[in-house]
């Protein structure tokens, strides 16, 4: 509503709002959401009661809190108090007062620091998850062939407490079972590890213990476009990035609406049922640098059939399900089975009198795995696709997702999730762009 003052009347106040350059910029940035959601969602609760403020005007005043940098609830609030203008347009349930300049009291109008904090926290998951989704739809019309590749990563949060502190000493900071006070939802984790050169030309791995939580995000990049987020998840930060794999795929395959063709990973990724999401399709690779797990990797045939050390081709046996969840099948030394063959080997299983046995991977992301030839041009061409995801975390870094000033792991999450439809809201404004600049060329420049 358009509220009137002794100062300004509703023409005025209109005049106002179309030419204050702050509403002016917000307006067009929320005109790339897809408000139909919330409105949709608001309509399905209970309309009883005091009438409470609108669900997209808190949403917009959050999303307003990340595009200008602001840390705290209070910082947010403060931010408000100084832009009646913009309190109007966001939607807000404005307390009447016409002696007041703007026709309203600014400050009994907007929710308390307490209750924009706790509102952070509450906010519906599924609603967010939605509105995340409908920028990769938006996103789809003007990007062709979005999501070919999907890139995973994880990247680092920390919580607001004293144990991530160097310089404070909090006894066992370091204990996996410790529950920092300042936030209980956070956890002991071990920041992914880095090698510094040294002088002498070596390299040096560092590890870096930290309290907190992990932001696992799906993306993908286009050479003109630029970078999009599919999917993200939250986890504390104690859970293994191979975690976040399943969800981050599904959520992207609901948002794009098809599957992808290949995906990009580190080695953190290298399980066999992460090649199986790729291979069950049967139209591209599992891009994800090696990481033999303490095992010992065996050259396999198409069909899956490994050698033995020795070279020899092994000769199959029986099929079983894996305790790992697989479909393995037994392989046995070809010299010793089915039949004899009265030829030696001086392995020392062979000596035995039982020789090699191997119980391999059948399922087809396990063979693709195994046979993943890392040095072609193709896998090459995806696996370079992995720096969309630094970028989408530099982005991110840059809204303040690696030190969020809450205390809670929904309020985390909810941070994150909105960042990330930012993030994808400036890059569907760039698309925009692209595609009307190749429009007006299209069109000889009329």
């Not at 969800?247 to 395959?253: A, I, K, N, Q, R």
């Amino acid at each position: 509503m358009i509220p009137t003052s002794v100062h300004f009347d509703q023409s005025v106040m209109t005049t106002l709002l179309e030419h204050d350059p702050l509403v002016a910029d917000y307006r067009a940035f929320f005109a790339l959401f897809d408000w139909t959601l919330v409105d949709e969602w608001q309509a399905q609760r209970s309309g009883r009661g005091r009438p409470a403020h609108p669900e997209s005007a808190y949403l917009k005043a959050f999303l307003i809190r990340i595009k200008e940098g602001l840390r705290y609830s209070s910082d947010l609030r403060r931010f408000l108090l100084h832009h009646p203008l913009l309190v109007i347009e966001l939607g807000f349930h404005l307390h009447l007062d016409a002696s007041a300049p703007y026709g309203f009291d600014v400050e009994k109008t907007l929710p308390s620091r307490y209750w924009l904090g706790e509102k952070l926290a509450s906010l519906d998951r599924g609603l967010l998850t939605d509105l995340l989704a409908a920028t990769v739809r938006d996103l789809k019309e003007e990007i062709p062939g979005l999501g070919e590749t999907l890139v995973v990563d994880v990247k680092h949060i920390y919580a607001w407490v004293a144990e991530n502190n160097p310089r404070v000493y909090v006894k066992g900071p370091y204990n996996v079972t410790h529950i920092p006070k300042g936030d209980p939802d956070s956890r002991l984790g071990i920041k992914k590890s880095s090698n510094q050169e040294q002088p002498d030309g070596s390299t040096k791995e560092r590890k870096e213990g930290l309290f907190g939580s992990g932001s696992g995000v799906a993306v993908s990049t286009d050479p003109v476009y630029g970078d999009v987020v599919h999917a993200e998840y939250t986890l504390p930060f104690n859970a293994a990035d191979v975690s976040y794999y399943r969800t981050l795929f599904d959520h992207s395959v609901l948002a794009l609406g098809h599957y992808p063709t290949h995906v990009a990973a580190d080695a953190a990724y290298d399980f066999w049922y992460v090649y199986q999401t790729i291979a069950a399709t049967g139209a591209g690779i599992a891009a994800i640098a090696a990481n033999d797990h303490g095992q010992e990797r065996v050259r396999r045939e198409p069909d899956g059939t490994p050698y033995c050390s020795k070279g020899l081709l092994m000769a199959p046996s029986y099929r079983f399900r894996h305790t790992r969840g697989y479909q393995a099948q037994r392989f046995r030394c070809p010299l010793l089975f089915p039949e004899k063959s009265g030829q030696s080997c001086d392995h020392e299983q062979f000596l035995k009198g039982k020789g090699c046995v191997k119980d391999v991977n059948m399922e087809k992301g396990g063979i693709m795995r195994s046979r993943m030839e890392r040095h072609t041009p193709l896998y090459q061409a995806v696996y370079r696709q992995r720096t969309a995801a630094e970028r989408i975390n530099s982005q991110a870094k840059e809204l303040g997702i690696e030190r969020p000033k809450v205390r809670n792991l929904r309020s985390v999450r909810n941070l994150n999730t909105l960042i990330y439809v930012v993030i994808n809201v400036r890059a569907l404004a760039r698309a925009k762009a692209i595609n009307a600049a190749l429009l007006s060329t299209a069109n000889g420049g009329r």
